[in-house]
């Protein structure tokens, strides 16, 4: 091996060692998302990637339910170090709704590791049918008990 051929080598070798350590572009981490719905409701969840505390455009999500689960997942952005997120339970009947539903959380995390939140929102009330008619007349006044509950998980 001549010289020339040896020095080539070394320098090519050299090289892919300089250019395999040099920092490359931050990726993106995977999540998955599960909204879980039972009883008599309709689950929804929203949730946001921030950066620094704000919005990425276009860089969230969007679930809905009623009697079941759907999940999903992606890519978070690569800028990403924090979320926001927020669960909803409502009843089948939006004029039976007693109050306004919702749990929200706003966290920050390590972009390195992994993390997970969970939120769940519920209701359960009493109402009383007021819908009196002819062959139903025996369910005139009777009081009807509404619950459900919604779930849902984000984790990376």
Known sequence: M???????????????LVLAAL?????????????SCKGDAFGEATWDWLQDGQVIVGAGGYARCYRNSVSGGGDRPASANGFTARVCAEPWSWSQTPDACGKTVTESFDPSGGYSVTLKDSFNFKYTNWECGW?????????????GSATFTLSS
């Open 23 to 35: 920092p490359t572009p931050a990726s993106a981490a995977s999540y998955s998302w599960k909204l």
């Open 135 to 147: 062959p139903e007349i025996r369910h005139c006044r009777e009081t009807i008990t509404v619950s």
């Open 2 to 16: 001549s010289r020339m051929t040896a020095w080539s080598v070394v320098s090519a070798v050299l090289a892919m």
